[in-house]
């Protein structure tokens, strides 16, 4: 077995593992350590780290497990991702969390803390309500108060002292993993056929639940293994994904789109260390890396649906984004019901079709197991594209 | 709706609402700037004290609504990419502005100055303003109402939006009107909000009383009208909720009870709470559903969203911006699920009612996500057992009648029978004065 596929299947491992034993594990070795379950998209993963804590993305349960008490909290049209995240806690596989952490995301997973409170009482649950105000003066103020008193609650749990260090190291930390996200993507795009979006995608999702520096460790040996694969380039067109930031898509579907004709270059599966909006940087982060976390999301990312658009430049970004990563076009994936998605669909589409980027789109639950569709969706905007370039 | 029996009052909201209409066509005309804004935390005496004409969106989505003409704007707004899945408020407005902009009364709405969002109780607002910001090239506010995720206001969360309103809303409208913000004219909004909203508080408590004179959730859509939306504040507002209030005290007076669609209802079967917005598209239908049983809404929540006035808010003009703030992160679907809960238990059993009905529209996550857990978590807090129906709020394709119906009966019947195995409830004899929330 190459040592590629072992990393694979260690990957998948860890990917299949729903009650997080590898979380369990990095626990037991050391006392005093937490896991907090984050919610997409965001968490203040510095934060956490700094006060002992492991943040831990519970992004639903994909098709890997069936929903049943989880339906009974949620009607049909209400996305799936809070039924398989629920069902998941109500099954015992998030056990190994000390508690939950909500972002405002949405009013989905708004609502969804509350019934977390309701139904794990034993949990620590906090929501978590970033600013999505252009006024960034009061925002520092709103915002700082929120993340000290994460830290602080968090630190009096762990047994840590709440001392600044351990924020300064927490960030360095994550600079580290970061910089590997982004060794990640840019070999992807270097190398598509070296990387698949399954593989890559496995990889991201194991950064989810792991101590940033191994994580990065962990991609470095992923992407050393890969480049030895020495595969050619095939006749496929390079494509970004949009709109698959919350709700995962099954891993089958990533495949059956690359199957059928694609390569993809880009996505915000998962929404990537990279672009999440928090990277602290400049000069007084060691005097007061508090500050400079605050700055950083005020300073904003990579647009998202999840986050207020100030400028109005969503289409422009994307629209740069796929020039700048070589795509052929872009693929909106969003999961159905998905509000933000999709109300962002339209405004986005009317840029690319502004600057002739082609695009097509496509729903998805994360348990849908019917994929013969979207392949020939896939394969169809594949062959347009290659006959459009060409013409 | 045109069969519908109205109250005075109710001619005199419509007269109201022609007038404000009125007004917004003529906005232009006499340079009266346009602001673009929600119901829900909406600062309507900021924007009287600045002379700004509102205009919001939702209200024109359930007007057009009423009117039967929702569908044709949301089919025009799926026309041009939107799905089917988001919300239907966003796609009605949407395909009006498609289609010209033309208002529910038939006159053209201005464009806006400045689109304020002042984002309270529901994601899906901000990206609303986003595609509006798209066909509107105006100055646009943003103030971030943070929700009570921990089920409170605190220190900090009242500070950073009183700052929002100090550095960021306000200068934007001394920008669009040229005019300097007046604290005293902001007062003296809220001084008369304050009168409002004392008579509409009594009119909803009024219902603690059997029979209950008004129908809160079908009644009570026309009351909150004015005070949720542009004439909170205003002297108009005061006058029409004295009126209000004098037209409910004569119905409480005479044991009367509310005014359906059919005209006055004779005898008060079933008392029950409502969470959740309203059908837009079958309203006098959905109403009938349950007024044809003898059923009476005794209390909403749909009636908190633009402000918690039952529950005891007032805006206080000694502290404006605070008050203020504290409106925006009161709101009802600003509060957390377990204190949406609470909120309904506290309502059934205040009101003595004989059950909850919790109508789910498929549009609106900010409602709707979790019903089914608060169904639970009521049904536990009180002991009485819920009903869940589902349809939508402008999109006719989700409303069915059979299936309201036969649900809707089949529960009342099950009121009905555990009503006749159990002692009969005692009438409460208070009167509406002296019970607060
Ligand atoms: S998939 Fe969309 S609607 Fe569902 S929880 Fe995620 S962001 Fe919210
Ligand atoms: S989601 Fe609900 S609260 Fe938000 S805009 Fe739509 S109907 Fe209104």
Redesign the pocket.
Known sequence: MSEVDVIVGELEARFDDLSYGHVRAWKDAAPGRLAIGCL??FAPREVLWAAGALPVFVRGAGDRIDTVRGDAFFQSY??H??RSSLELGLLGHLDALDGMMFPN?????RN?SGIWQDAFPQHFVRFIDPPQTGERASATGYFRAELEDIFHELCTRSGRDPDPAHLAAATADYRVARQAARRLALARLEAPWNLPADEVYLLRRAGDAMPPRDWAALVDRYLAAAAERGRRAEDRIRVCVVGA???QPPRALLRAAERAGCYIVDDDLTMQLDADAIEPTGEPDDADPMAALVRAWLAGGRPSA?RYDEAGRAGRALADRVRATGADGVIFAA?S?????LLDQPRLTGVLDAAGIPYMAFKYAENTGQFQSIREQAGTFADSVKLWGAA | MSNVRKEPSMEAQKQMLAGYFGELARAKEERRPVVYTFVPGNLVELLAAFDVAPVYPEVNALQSAMRQRSGGFIREAERAGHSEDVCSYVKCDLGMMMKGNVGPTGEALPPPDLLLLSFTGCFTFMKWFELLREQYKCEVAMLHVPYQGAGEVTPEMRAYVVEQLEREVIPKLEKVTGKKFDPDRLREQMVRSRKAEEDLAWVFRAARQRPSPIDAYFGGVYYIGPIFTSFRGSQAACDYYAQLRAEVEERLAAKAGPITPDGPLEHEKFRLVFEGPPNWTSFRDFWKVFSDEGAVAVASTYTQVGGTYERGFRHDPERPLESLADYCLSCYTNLSLPNRAAVLADMVKGYDADGFIIHSVKSC?SFSAGQLHLLREVEKLTGVPGGFIESDLVDARYYGHANIKNRVESYLQMLAARRAGAAAPGAPALAPEEVRP
């Open positions: 997409p998209v209400i996305c991702l809070p995301t949405c009013d989905v997973i969804l930031f919350c709700e999840v999961p019901f998905c509000d933000p998605a | 996550n």
